[in-house]
Nanobody, 123 residues
Framework: QVQLAESGGGLVQTGGSLRLSCTVS????????AAWFRQAPGKEREIVGTIHWSGRSTLFTAAVKGRFTISRDNAKNTVSLQMSSLKPEDTAVYYC????????????????WGQGTQVTVSS
């Protein structure tokens, strides 16, 4: 059974940084396509970015480009989201997702999800 577990969320002031981690267990991580999504209160879930099994990452949300970075460590079965220059509008529950196939930006195509971790940015 594949399990994803996020960690690293919390409360941070505007301009601060956080690093979210997602640890994958239950299958080989090196051939999983992974992504980070977020859902703010009262809003639909949105894609933040994806990372190919090769390590190539793509940020989909214009609002985070230049501030967020996605990376992965296949040896540690983890995918990370480094967030800097955080803004109140980044407040959301952040989810890690993964799938054995290329899944793009549509969450419906991801088979595996973490439980989410709350990120709150105070003004």
């Amino acid at each position: 059974q594949v399990q994803l577990a996020e960690s690293g969320g919390g409360l941070v002031q505007t301009g601060g940084s956080l690093r979210l981690s997602c640890t994958v267990s239950g299958r080989s991580f090196s051939n999983l396509f992974a992504a980070w999504f977020r859902q703010a209160p009262g809003k639909e879930r949105e894609i933040v970015g994806t990372i190919h099994w090769s390590g190539r990452s793509t940020l989909f949300t214009a609002a985070v480009k230049g501030r967020f970075t996605i990376s992965r460590d296949n040896a540690k079965n983890t995918v990370s989201l480094q967030m800097s220059s955080l803004k109140p509008e980044d407040t959301a529950v952040y989810y890690c997702a993964a799938d054995g196939a290329y899944s793009g930006s549509d969450g419906r195509f991801y088979a595996y999800w973490g439980q989410g971790t709350q990120v709150t940015v105070s003004s």
